[in-house]
């Protein structure tokens, strides 16, 4: 399946509802959102929607597009108009890419291959998760000629790190994008009311689990360097369990033995690599989440681990997770190929600066044609249009693709990609800009 012009997708859905057939996924931004919560558990819905502390840079991001206001141009003919574009030698049929999101197999088992599936169909790229629920090789192979980059976390294993890249190279990713600013994790209210970190259930750790690196070091027992007691965490169901996730200076406490505790030890072994009954009197499972509990996060991280990652690799360079203009800077001075204007969705640090706001400045620091994308906060084609106009050569789509496969699965996602695609295009058109060189600034205001 191709991508479908607007024109195209709109016809046919009038059409098909002279039939009284309706389009399977909502247009308007809030009822996606409504919809898919009435779709997903307690717990899916906590960690896919919610955000760090009051969820403030949540409601900054979105606050930040509303903010902008678009000036259209008249009487310039728009009967035709070609608004893709080109990326690090990449061809997009718009400037649009599916950002990594972690443990998408809370939405539904399968789901990375589902969202892999989807690009495939509409030619859209997918950044596949460092924390996915299945290895980027099962991805890749899913998305066939579609172009697909690689999210790296930082881990207390630089041999694990260098793995992790020659994997993405080897099936085919284009690009890798380094997240900066997950170091630590974030105070996730919502997460933490619930108790609730579903890596300890193994939930989100496939790329782990799958690498040889990985398993070598839990066969020898490797204990991370400044890991504390997080080698001690115990997956449960309780609230102490979600301290032990991360990196600790004490020993983190292990939860009591309740029926709860059990069931999620259960849980742990059905998601692991065999299902329940290989697993059900092995150590292994546990073991593994141990040890990812201690390992996949690294707060000493500095420019000088980009540096030397430049040095290992060949593909092109994104650092995520950049919002101030002298970090941007530097991230090229270390060898940065491209940075990508994120607040992680307002997942890390409530109270920071929408990304929208800090694209102006970034810019400026780095005039074009050095790529700087944004995420966090697209929930239209229409915020799609003000990030180009506003100097971002792409942005990354991150929640509403995850409404999508709550609702529908790997159809849910095509829609959801194909309705922000459509709804870009026509607002382009109808603002007077035929291609992607026409919008700018001067097609914007506040």
Known sequence: MAFIPALDRQRSIFIKGLSG?????????????????????????????????????????????????????????????????TLLGMRLPVPLLLAPIGVLDLVCRGADRMVAEACRETGIPFVFSNQAGIPMETCAAAMGDTPRWFQLYWSRSDELVLSFVRRAEACGCGAIVLTLDTTLLGWRSRDLALGYLPFLRGMGIAQYTSDKVFLELLRKGFVAPGSGGGQDA?????????AGAMPATGAAPKPPITPATIAALLQLKANYPGGLWKNLFSSEPLEAVRLFTGIYSNPALSWE???????????????KGVLRADDALRARECGADGVIVSNHGGRQVDGAIA?????????????????VLLDSGIRSGSDLFKALALGADAVLL??????????????????????????????????GCRTISEIGVDVVGD
């Open 21 to 85: 057939r309706r389009p399977l996924i909502p247009f308007e931004a809030a009822t996606l959102r409504e919809t898919a919560k009435r779709k997903m558990s307690t717990p899916a819905w906590a960690y896919i929607d919610g955000g760090a502390g009051d969820e403030k840079t949540i409601a900054a991001n979105l606050a930040a597009f509303s903010r902008v206001v678009i000036r259209p141009q008249m009487m310039r003919p728009n009967a035709s108009a070609d608004l893709s574009t």
């Open 234 to 242: 115990m997956p449960g169901s309780g609230g102490d369990q979600s």
């Open 305 to 319: 681990k980009l540096a030397w990652l430049r040095q290992q690799t060949k593909l092109p360079i994104l650092v």
């Open 355 to 371: 990304s929208l706001d800090a694209l102006v400045a970034i810019r400026a620091s780095l005039p074009k044609p050095f790529p």
């Open 398 to 431: 991150g929640r509403p693709y995850a409404y999508g496969l709550a609702i529908g699965g790997r159809r849910g996602v095509r829609e959801v990609i194909q309705n922000i695609s459509n709804d870009f295009e026509l607002t382009a058109r109808l603002a």
